[in-house]
T-cell receptor, first 114, second 116 residues
Framework: AQSVAQPEDQVNVAEGNPLTVKCTYS??????LFWYVQYPNRGLQFLLKYITGDNLVKGSYGFEAEFNKSQTSFHLKKPSALVSDSALYFCAVRDKDQGGKLIFGQGTELSVKP | DAGVIQSPRHEVTEMGQEVTLRCKPI?????LFWYRQTMMRGLELLIYFNNNVPIDDSGMPEDRFSAKMPNASFSTLKIQPSEPRDSAVYFCASSPDGRAGGPKQFFGPGTRLTVL
């Protein structure tokens, strides 16, 4: 079965510092991986996805993610965090055999302090 | 396009009552998904439709939950009778293409359900 894991419930960083939100996956075959962000009292918003090609994927709001096949990871990164980046972040993998439904990790709460 | 529309945004009800959540997908999207988000279990897929037909309802927790999609522009998720453990945020999402690796899913704002 396809799955993703986000090992950290919470990540705290200072504004201006680089941030990393971790995600590892377990899939058969090539994975289709996604990151979504959920701001307080809002729905989920797409950040970026990896299907194939360059291992470094650039997305919205200055975020990027690095696909690492040997480590089965897809960590979300940003070179310089903003207070407004504080939100809940979800890693997801697309189930290729069942209509493309998304399987989500538990989520990581990112808190960026001034 | 207004995006995926869900109503109500907030619902507070008492245990035993029937609850109906509504979703209007983005026009032209053939796939519709219902997700539930709780602190304990994170985001879970409940059911999804393709061209108004339920394809996979294995995520529906029990018979108290039912979902319908009578036409391409409307879907409901019903809980009858509701229980306090059903309290969660329920998201609807739509996608133009269900192929793996296809376009992303577009999520609605969610309905926050509280069952007292």
């Amino acid at each position: 079965a396809q799955s993703v894991a986000q090992p950290e419930d919470q990540v705290n960083v200072a504004e201006g510092n680089p941030l990393t939100v971790k995600c590892t996956y377990s899939v058969s075959g090539n994975p289709y991986l996604f990151w979504y962000v959920q701001y307080p009292n809002r729905g989920l918003q797409f950040l970026l996805k990896y299907i194939t090609g360059d291992n470094l994927v650039k997305g919205s709001y200055g975020f990027e993610a690095e696909f690492n096949k040997s480590q089965t990871s897809f960590h979300l990164k940003k070179p310089s965090a903003l207070v407004s980046d504080s939100a809940l972040y979800f890693c997801a993998v697309r189930d290729k055999d069942q209509g493309g439904k998304l399987i989500f990790g538990q989520g990581t709460e990112l808190s960026v302090k001034p | 396009d207004a995006g995926v529309i869900q109503s109500p945004r907030h619902e507070v009800t008492e245990m035993g009552q029937e609850v109906t959540l509504r979703c209007k997908p983005i026009s032209g999207h053939d796939y519709l998904f219902w997700y539930r988000q709780t602190m304990m279990r994170g985001l879970e897929l409940l059911i999804y439709f393709n061209n108004n037909v339920p394809i996979d309802d294995s995520g529906m927790p029990e018979d108290r939950f039912s979902a319908k999609m009578p036409n391409a522009s409307f879907s409901t998720l019903k809980i009858q009778p509701s229980e306090p453990r059903d309290s969660a945020v329920y998201f609807c999402a739509s996608s133009p293409d269900g192929r793996a690796g296809g376009p992303k899913q577009f999520f609605g704002p969610g309905t926050r359900l509280t069952v007292l």
